[in-house]
């Protein structure tokens, strides 16, 4: 159990041709003892970096890791006392399940041979892989391979697992299940860890709190909800949700909102307007984005108020328990954005509709550096916060 | 298509390419398989039968397996001395080759493409130039005369076995290492870095882990490397130089055998040839299954 702390760290890589490639960049996070921080963000972000530095398996440019206060960045990665779960599981093939998982108590501690068979043997049993200690990796399907990988790294009982896109080899179905197994476990384990993934939905459902990195920075660090509904910029609204938030270009025109794609006011499509409260939020800044969840836009019967819009249906994908249907403002443009409505509801592609863009719903972005001027508001956001 | 076509319709195969191909296959056959055949013949002949019949031709009346007896008669004591040096030196390239490979490939260190080309470079001296420094530096080194050789009892010509040793592993080793290299460069890096995570050394790693895993490069390897330092003849000459001599490999007597001053004994020499052929032959027998799996990876 310990609380691992990163404080400014930084990864520079310098390339073939001397030139330094910056990885990750002043990256800061407290995560405290017994969390589940998922560190989330697209591919090349630096995120793998950021645990590899963690693990001890990349130098630190700068900044410093603490474990409990005490700074781990010069300890060799055996010195640790951290565990990891790679992509590719990396188990030993020639070992056995039993002689994988025995390999780090082996090698790491003084344990009596005795007393690491019973070790393994439990952790074996409680992960439901007892019957295949004797079975070599080759014979074992990619779930199986998957537990064996995580039996390896529990049975060390580390301080800090560390996790990297464990669940991304496994199907669809096997996935959600491991999340589900993965978040129990580590509620019973308690150990801290740090799960590297690029997947949104994982982060959602898996983090006590998740991270965001894009280039190299940190974005947000919040708990799922807190990310989901008070984005502290535009790339986490963005990169939070499925699907994606709408966003549309805003030039602010007194007490109201222009459409101006690309800066091009006479390009819009609609004028939104806005209450007092939204344009102190605004403040001096010229250019916004305007940001709005699928789900918050409304297909209403017939536009009654300002920020009610007459679109029409471009696509319809029927999830199920929801349609996404994707709306544009006038039938020759390519510009779409999207609706969720309720799976039950019909509605037919090439129809016209009337889309209600509730303000309270509605986010605001600086055009230039993308930071949050303002959130939804937060009424119905507290009410689902889940009370812990 | 419609070669397999027309196999088909008529059950006679008449495509002139087929015809063409399969008859320079077989004169290509012939021209590899008759030196062979004629000397698996001629092995089996008298002196006499072999000046009377055609080389290719197996003589009934001329048969003996008296060249046999006589090749391994006088090549035993070669067979022994060549094993000798080739088993140790062979086992000792391969393994110097592995830790070369493990610390180039597998290990991460500042100045490795530095030492790696030089291995690199060691495949390319040609053995013709560094006959001369080899000699001086063994005369330097004085093997023969050390003490050791009399305590034991043992005929100082054995330190040419000795020099043999150490000369054909420190050639070796340059061609298993790139050899090892290949083979671990496709090695999962993630399965190293977990072994460090889990509190394994550099050396712990290698012997758990990667060695375990080496089998069928070590049989590639173990097979090219016995076949070259058996099969030599040149430092052999150089560094043991007489036929003579107690600890003379079989390459040296088998250069001399069956030439007299009355003629040359074709059969005896034959002979000679596939006796001293047969360890090469056991090898690959032996590690032929690795050997495979090996060369496929």
């Known amino acids: 159990m310990a609380r691992l702390q990163l404080d400014d760290l930084t990864k520079v890589f310098t390339d073939d041709d001397g030139g330094e490639i910056v990885a990750v960049e002043d990256v800061s996070v407290d995560v405290p003892d017994g969390e589940f921080l998922v560190l989330v963000g697209p591919s090349g972000c630096g995120k793998s970096t950021t645990l590899r530095m963690i693990a001890g398996l990349e130098t630190v440019t700068s900044g410093h890791i603490r474990l409990d206060d005490r700074v781990i960045d010069e300890r060799k990665p055996q010195d640790r006392d951290i565990a990891m779960v790679f992509q590719s599981y990396a188990l030993y093939p020639h070992m056995t399940v039993r002689e994988n998982m025995s390999f780090g108590l082996e090698e790491s501690t003084d344990l009596p041979d005795e007393e690491i068979r019973e070790l393994v043997t439990e952790t074996g049993e409680m992960l439901g892989i007892a019957e295949l200690l004797e079975r070599k990796p080759s014979e074992l399907s990619g779930g199986q391979r998957q537990r064996v990988a995580l039996g390896r790294a529990i049975v060390r009982d580390p301080e800090v697992f560390l996790m990297d896109e464990p669940l991304s080899n496994l199907d669809a179905k096997l996935r959600s299940e491991m999340r589900t197994e993965l978040q129990r476990l580590q509620e019973d384990l308690d150990t801290t860890t740090v799960y590297v993934t690029h997947d949104q939905t994982e982060a959602m459902t898996m983090g006590d709190r998740i991270a965001i990195l894009n280039d190299g920075k940190l974005q947000q660090v919040a708990t799922p909800l807190e990310a989901y509904h008070q984005p502290a910029n535009r790339f986490v609204a963005g990169f939070i949700g499925e699907p994606s938030m709408n966003f549309f270009e805003m030039e602010v025109q007194g007490d109201q909102l222009v459409h101006s794609p690309g800066g091009d006011a006479s390009a819009g499509e609609f004028t939104y307007p806005i209450s007092t409260d939204t344009r102190e939020a605004i403040g001096d800044s010229v250019r916004v984005t305007m940001g709005i969840r699928p789900e918050d836009v409304e297909i209403v019967g017939a536009a009654e108020q300002s920020r009610d819009f007459d679109t029409t249906v471009d696509v319809v994908e029927p999830m199920g328990d929801e349609n996404n249907v994707y709306l544009t403002f006038s039938t020759d443009s390519d510009r779409t954005f999207v609706a969720t409505v309720g799976g039950m509801r019909r509605v037919q592609e090439g129809q016209p509709a009337v889309a209600r863009l509730p303000e309270a719903a509605v986010h605001l972005f600086d055009g230039e550096s993308g930071e949050a001027l303002k959130n939804r508001s937060l009424e119905t956001a507290e009410m689902t916060e889940p009370e812990v | ?297």
């Open chain 2, 1 to 297: 298509m419609s070669t397999l076509d027309s196999t088909e319709a008529e059950g006679v195969d008449v495509n002139p390419y087929r015809v063409g191909l399969y008859l320079a296959l077989g004169v290509l056959l012939l021209f590899f398989l008759a030196p062979i055949e004629t000397g698996i013949v001629t092995s089996f002949k008298t002196p006499d039968a072999v000046s009377t019949t055609s080389p290719l031709v197996p003589s009934i009346q001329g048969f003996t397996l008296q060249n046999y007896a006589n090749a391994v008669q006088q090549l035993a004591r070669g067979m022994v001395n060549s094993l000798l040096y080739a088993v140790p030196a062979t086992i000792l390239s391969a393994l110097f080759g592995s830790f070369a490979a493990y610390g180039l490939t597998l290990t991460d260190w500042r100045g490795q493409v530095g030492v790696l080309l030089l291995f690199v470079a060691g495949i390319f001296i040609p053995y013709q130039a560094v006959l001369v420094p080899l000699t001086q530096f063994f005369s330097i080194l004085g093997l023969s005369k050390l003490a050791i050789w009399s305590l034991l009892g043992i005929d100082n010509a054995y330190a040419g076995i000795v020099e043999l040793i150490i000369t054909h592993t420190a050639y070796g080793i340059p061609i298993c290492t790139i050899l090892f290299r290949s083979y671990y460069k496709g090695m999962s890096e993630e399965m190293l870095e977990s072994a460090r995570l889990e509190g394994a050394t550099v050396r712990r790693a290698y012997r758990r882990i990667v060695f375990p895993l080496s089998t069928p490069m070590f049989a590639v390897v173990l097979i090219y490397q016995f076949t070259q330092i058996w099969n030599d003849l040149l430092f052999a000459l150089v560094l043991v130089q007489a036929e003579s001599s107690a600890a003379a490999p079989v390459t040296l007597i088998l250069a001399g055998l069956g030439a007299s001053q009355s003629g040359t004994i074709f059969g005896l020499r034959m002979a000679g040839a596939f006796v001293a052929a047969l360890p090469t032959l056991a090898v690959y027998i032996l590690f032929g299954e690795e050997f495979a799996e090996g060369v496929a990876t």
